[in-house]
């Protein structure tokens, strides 16, 4: 006896249940479409999108509350140039971060990303002066850098003309002291001429014959 396998009427209801590859594509990327989308409108409103702004330069006082409202406690005030961390938006307040930790809510429409320009001006300022205050101390050192080069240079002169005293005393003691060997080396030169002429006399005389008569 043999074992007979049943084979499907047809195979076109199989084929027709496998996605198309091209509808699977366009899927993906209506998906991904769809996050980059939310993910671009929840992005600046989530608490970890923190971004640095200062109070807008209207001479103002803005309280920090706890909450988003003014019933909330007030744990703070802002001024003009204070920089803030935003750390989430809501419906007319701001959550920032403080300069000093604290973390509140503030009335919106109050913040900037640069900083107000009585601030900018006061930085710069206090660049100014701390460069006025670096050339002034750099001049100073060039002042006494000088002064002390003029100091070495003016000792140097004064060794080098104590070097030449030292020297020409050196060569006059040296002449001097050798004053008495030169006059005794005259001296015995003068003797041993004087000695010779004498010999020299005398071994003529003894060398004349002498006449008899």
Request: proline share 5%.
């Amino acid at each position: 006896m043999g074992c007979e396998v049943a084979e499907p009427e047809s195979w076109e209801p199989v084929l027709s249940k496998r996605p198309r590859p091209d509808s699977m594509g366009i899927t993906w990327l209506r998906a991904l479409f769809a996050f980059a989308w939310a993910a671009l409108i929840v992005l600046p409103a989530m608490p970890g999108h923190a971004q640095e702004s200062w109070v807008m330069d209207k001479e103002v006082n803005l309280t920090l509350r706890t909450g988003a409202g003014t019933q909330y406690r007030i744990i703070g005030t802002l001024v003009t140039g204070d920089v803030v961390t935003i750390l989430e938006r809501g419906d007319g307040w701001t959550r920032v971060r403080t300069a000093d930790g604290k973390d509140g809510w503030i009335v919106a429409g109050f913040l900037q990303t640069s900083p107000p320009a009585r601030i900018e001006l006061e930085r710069l300022q206090q660049e100014s002066e701390a460069l006025r205050q670096r050339v002034g101390d750099l001049s100073q050192k060039t002042t006494e850098l000088r002064t002390a080069n003029d100091e070495i240079e003016s000792q140097d002169e004064t060794q080098r003309l104590e070097i030449e005293r030292l020297t020409r005393e050196n060569f006059e003691l040296r002449a001097g002291a050798r004053w008495p060997e030169w006059i005794t080396g005259a001296g015995i030169v003068l003797v041993g001429m004087a000695l010779g002429a004498l010999l020299g006399r005398s071994a003529g005389r003894r060398r004349q014959p002498r006449v008899r008569l």
